[in-house]
């Protein structure tokens, strides 16, 4: 190979090892996944180096509209996978203590109860939203990415921010965030039913996410405060017995790894307001801790 070509290709190499963060944060936020996003970005890693890189003006505008176009159909397709999926289905959790916003300007569109509502936007909805918000792309940008007009990405943009807005109140602060998951941790363990209800606020619902493969998962939502209480207050002393609980930082926020005899059987996060706990989210399918679990033994050993 010529040295001007080797110089090209480790160029190229570079770039995108660079971009990849950006790439995976924007594959991630659209499909909720780490196995998919990372599949989308090995995708255009390989179309990168079948490319014609020397026609290419922007690299990164190139490698950005090309992982949100891929991402774009690969969430139509599984969303048609998620209509046969046993109870809620919620994000896979990634640990964020390195790169608390995932390659992104701004980490709100990370959190799992923002993208747990995205999941009711149309792909292109979506796409808008995650460019503007995470990553504080110009209309003009997000129209050329998703080959519309300026004035229709406003609309999808507004369209997705209003989805949002309507079913989420202002979130407290980390801080706040963490306190509120400690109280619901002691509660929850003592099987304390009086303290779980003054942390709620009224419209709490819990999400648990088993897959059909774990039976403590609920397969359908706990809405409102008095049902939620009785609901994690029943399975207090067979869940809670004999665990572990270790904190760790995903997908931004703070959160926690439920072991049992060395295997980590749970993620839980919650989301919380003004008015006390709005959320509470539970991750149990097995294919979905893997990641979170390997990030929590590395930081155990560390």
Do not use: C
Not at 91 to 111: F, K, N, R, W, Y
Not at 122 to 127: D, K, L, N, V
Not at 271 to 288: C, F, H, M, Q
Request: hydrophobic share 40%.
């Amino acid at each position: 190979m010529p040295p001007d070509a080797i110089g090209e290709q480790h160029g190229s190499v570079q770039e995108f090892h660079g971009l990849r963060p950006r790439l995976f944060g924007i594959a991630y936020r659209m499909l909720g996944t780490v196995a998919d996003a990372e599949d989308i970005v090995q995708d255009v890693w390989v179309k990168w180096q079948a490319y014609d890189r020397a026609s290419v003006r922007d690299a990164t505008g190139f490698l950005v509209t090309m992982t949100t176009r891929l991402a774009i159909n690969a969430t139509q397709t599984a969303r048609a996978r998620r209509e046969t999926y046993v109870g809620p289905w919620l994000p896979e959790p990634v640990d964020t203590t390195s790169d608390p916003a995932l390659g992104a300007e701004q980490g709100e569109a990370l959190h799992t109860a923002v993208l747990v509502l995205l999941e009711k936007l149309t792909p292109t909805e979506r796409a808008a939203f995650v460019l503007r918000e995470a990553f504080d792309y110009t209309y003009d940008r997000i129209a050329e990415v998703l080959e519309t007009t300026e004035g229709n990405a406003r609309k999808l943009l507004s369209r997705a921010r209003q989805a949002v807005v309507a079913e989420r109140r202002k979130p407290v602060d980390t801080a706040h965030q963490r306190r509120l998951l400690s109280a619901f941790l002691s509660a929850a363990r003592a099987g304390d039913f009086d303290e779980l209800e003054s942390l709620f606020a009224a419209d709490v619902a819990s999400y648990s996410d088993g897959g059909g493969a774990v039976r403590d998962a609920s397969r359908i939502p706990v809405f409102g405060r008095t049902r939620v209480a009785k609901y994690v207050a029943a399975f207090a002393t067979r869940f809670w017995s004999g665990v572990r609980v270790d904190w760790v930082d995903a997908n931004g926020g703070p959160s926690v790894l439920i072991s049992r005899n060395g295997s980590v059987v749970a993620w839980l996060t919650v989301s919380g307001t003004a008015d006390g706990i709005e959320r509470i989210y539970w991750v149990l399918n097995p294919e979905k801790l893997q990641r979170i679990a390997a990030a929590g033994r590395t930081k155990t050993d560390d």
